[in-house]
Nanobody, 127 residues
């Protein structure tokens, strides 16, 4: 089981930028699909972005496409989410998640696809 720890959250004004990070334990980080999800108070957890094992493929929710960029550094066991042009609607706790590669079709947007989750980092965007 991989352990995930998010960091980099904080308070930023609308239109600003922030980068959150997710550090993973273990020595098999490159074997995991990685995703970012977020959850605002009183709302369901929603998909934000996902990235394949090598980083060659990325996927984004329509609400963040063009503003957010997911990336990974397998040598550092870390996945990043660069958030630009932030909006108040982006305010949420951001979670990273991992899915061990199995060779089956990857439903990157589905919460139940991921078996390991971090504790989350708070991102607050003021207007």
């Amino acid at each position: 089981q991989v352990q995930l720890v998010e960091s980099g959250g904080g308070l930023v004004q609308a239109g600003g930028s922030l980068r959150v990070s997710c550090a993973a334990s273990g020595r098999t980080f490159s074997n995991y699909y990685m995703g970012w999800f977020r959850q605002a108070p009183g709302k369901e957890r929603e998909f934000v972005a996902a990235i394949s094992r090598s980083g060659a493929s990325t996927y984004y929710a329509d609400s963040v496409k063009g503003r957010f960029t997911i990336s990974r550094d397998n040598a550092k066991n870390t996945v990043y989410l660069q958030m630009n042009s932030l909006k108040p609607e982006d305010t949420a706790v951001y979670f990273c998640a991992a899915r061990l590669y199995s060779g089956s079709y990857w439903r990157f947007f589905a919460i139940d696809e991921y078996h390991s989750w971090g504790q989350g980092t708070q991102v607050t965007v003021s207007s």
